[in-house]
């Protein structure tokens, strides 16, 4: 742990993998959000639901 | 003050209050329902980073209590000392997904452009939080990445006040004026979005 990072060099990219693996986590959390039904969600429109 | 009449004056704490009536009812303050498109996950991502910075604040108070030795040298500061570190990625994490919601909805839309804004300063004013934070570990790290930075950060113009290599003055906006600016913008920010209501999704 106490030494510095791998990096992915790739052309102009250069990023460490540690931030490349939180960038992807966050990609995937932000996809799971969009797709992923919210509890106590009806299908109904127009109905106002308490949080 | 009402005149004998029952009719406001026109001082300013009554102008004040009036406004506050009128932009900011209790209804809207604290509501107790909220429209039906809030029920999904990507509206979620600004409260985690609510309780990511509350998170942040409590360990922060008890890591400047105890001081560098306690969080250093003992097993409960180490404890505490991490809380702090790694609610601190929790509320950058969260804040980013957060933008990134906002931004696909075009959250600025409708008279929100002032929302917006104040969420664009608090995620500039809370990078320096950090990066302060970072100066103020008190250990070779910290002085690691201060030797690094003050190039930069002098070419920014800024160095003749903001200097990383200055402990006491990196620390003292650390723990006390940055605390108070990023805690007073996300006051202003939940204020805001409560006058204007959660933005709809793009029809």
């Keep these: 742990m106490d030494q510095p990072a791998g990096y992915l060099h790739w052309g102009f990219i250069l990023i460490s993998w540690?931030?490349?693996l939180v960038i992807g986590l966050m990609v995937v959390l932000f996809g799971l959000a969009l797709v992923l039904p919210f509890p106590g969600h009806s299908s109904s429109v127009n109905e106002e639901k308490k949080p | 003050m009402s005149s004998a009449a029952g009719e406001p004056t026109d001082s300013w704490t009554a102008a004040a209050r009036r406004q506050l009536e009128r932009r900011l009812p209790w209804e809207n303050l604290l509501p107790d329902r909220q429209p039906f498109y809030v029920g999904s996950w990507v509206y979620v991502?600004?409260?985690?980073?609510?309780?990511?910075?509350?998170?942040?604040?409590?360990?922060?108070?008890?890591?400047?209590?105890?001081?560098?030795?306690?969080w250093h040298l003992s097993s409960a500061g180490r404890f505490v000392n991490s809380l702090h570190f790694w609610s601190v990625q929790v509320f950058f994490v969260f804040m980013v997904?957060?933008?990134?919601?906002?931004?696909?909805?075009?959250?600025w839309r409708q008279g929100r452009a002032p929302t917006w804004m104040i969420g664009v300063v608090t995620f500039a004013v809370s990078i320096v939080a950090a990066f302060t934070g970072y100066l103020s570990q008190?250990?070779?790290?910290?002085?690691?990445?201060?030797?690094?930075a003050k190039d930069a950060v002098n070419s920014t113009g800024v160095g003749g006040f903001f200097n990383v290599l200055n402990f006491?003055?990196?620390?003292?906006?650390?723990?006390?004026?940055?605390?108070?600016?990023v805690i007073a913008l996300v006051f202003l920010h939940i204020i805001q979005v409560r006058m204007r209501g959660v933005v709809p999704p793009i029809e």
Excluded: R
């Excluded at chain 2, 922060?60 to 306690?70: C, D, K």
């Excluded at chain 2, 933008?99 to 909805?105: A, D, I, N, T």
């Design chain 1, 18 to 20: 540690p931030n490349l």
């Design chain 2, 45 to 70: 991502f600004g409260v985690v980073t609510i309780a990511a910075l509350i998170w942040v604040v409590l360990s922060g108070v008890v890591l400047a209590a105890f001081g560098p030795q306690w």
């Design chain 2, 97 to 107: 997904l957060h933008l990134w919601g906002q931004y696909f909805m075009a959250s």
């Design chain 2, 138 to 148: 008190q250990n070779f790290a910290a002085q690691y990445i201060a030797i690094n």
């Design chain 2, 168 to 181: 006491g003055q990196m620390y003292g906006l650390h723990v006390m004026l940055l605390p108070i600016a």
